[in-house]
């Protein structure tokens, strides 16, 4: 049992566990929206006495800073008891073109090229990081939500907004991927 | 106690984030180049599963836990907003392999540089509340 949880989950697994914790939270009177977060972590920290848009009662939010803590706790569990550690397994062809782009072929989950001590203490490295979650970060609350609150929930309940917004995340992911990413690796 | 619950989802949340490798920023590469199915078949099975079970909460109004009629809030209606947002999201995606659910997930698992990520993506979220009004909805 625990050898088949250790293995990488099949993708049709994981997206019926996702949509169960998606109707589960609904079932639990609150709704699955991760990036909403960010906002109340702003507000939390005493933003909203000079921005508005963080002046509001954040601690209606406390379920889903719980979730959070809850999802750093699930990270942790799964490095120390039901991973393999052997490196992930992606196409050939992305590992082909990432070696065009001069990062080796995966030895772990994550790229130490990115995410590596070394990596981040250079100037270009901080700054991949710091761009990418400073985008995320704007763009999700700029878009009312991120992959959880629009691409799953949303577009479980039709919304045509939350199709946009996906068709955005494509729109920025692809110029990313194949614009500016082979500029700046 | 009552929060419990909420930690139990999230848990369970971060383990599949981390064993469906959707935490990996291979893993988003892999999709924005159109070089595997899975990512595509994570999203794409919860979120049939997911139109599946919103029809049916609704069809038969079903409750939540104490009773209340499971509400949905439709979005308010807007392009410029949505595409506009998506793409500054999805520039940020591609470049960090994370959207905010992984990103705590990493610093869980190990990967503590990630939290520099997580912390721009606070400082993101601030960024977007001191412009609000100046930015195009």
Redesign the interface.
């Known amino acids: 049992m625990l050898d088949i ?1 250790k293995q ?5 697994f ?6 169960g ?10 709704s699955f929206g ?2 909403s ?3 109340t ?2 507000s939390a920290a005493g ?1 909203g006495k000079s ?4 002046d509001f009662n954040w601690r209606s939010q ?3 800073l ?14 120390q008891f ?2 393999t550690n052997e490196p ?1 397994i ?2 050939y ?2 590992i082909a ?2 070696a065009k782009l001069g990062l080796s072929a ?1 030895t772990s ?3 130490p090229e ?4 070394e ?2 203490l250079t100037l270009k490295g ?1 700054l ?21 609150g ?13 199709l ?14 194949f614009l ?2 082979p500029l700046i690796f | 106690m009552k929060f419990i619950k909420f930690l139990v989802l999230g848990t369970l949340f971060g383990i599949v984030m981390a064993k469906s490798e959707a935490m990996s920023w291979y893993r988003i590469q892999e999709m924005f180049r159109f070089q595997s199915f899975h990512m595509y078949g994570i999203i794409g099975t919860a979120v049939t599963l997911g139109v599946i079970g919103v029809t049916l909460i609704k069809k038969y109004n079903l409750r939540d836990f104490q009773g209340n009629p499971v509400t949905f809030h439709p979005k308010e209606k807007s392009i410029a907003r949505y595409l506009l947002g998506g793409i500054i999201f999805g520039l940020g995606w591609a470049l960090s392999g994370a959207c905010p659910g992984p990103m705590v997930v990493n610093i869980g698992y190990g990967f503590f540089t990630m939290a520099i990520v997580f912390f721009f993506a606070i400082v993101g979220t601030y960024l977007y509340g001191y412009f609000k009004d100046k930015l195009p909805h």
């Open positions: 949880i990488t989950w099949s993708w049709w994981s997206g019926a566990f996702i949509a914790i998606m109707f589960l939270l609904l079932f639990f009177g609150q991760f990036s977060n960010l906002r972590i702003c933003c921005v508005k848009f963080f406390i379920w889903n719980i979730f959070l803590a809850g999802a750093i706790l699930g990270g942790f569990i799964t490095s039901l991973s992930i992606i196409s062809d992305t073109d990432l995966p989950i994550q790229p990115l995410f590596s001590l990596s981040v901080f991949i990081l710091a761009i990418g979650g400073l985008f995320v970060g704007f763009g999700s609350r700029y878009a009312g939500g991120c992959t959880s629009h691409a799953i929930s949303g577009l479980s309940d039709l919304q045509l907004p939350s946009l917004a996906v068709i955005g995340f494509f729109i920025g992911g692809l110029a990313m991927t500016i990413i």
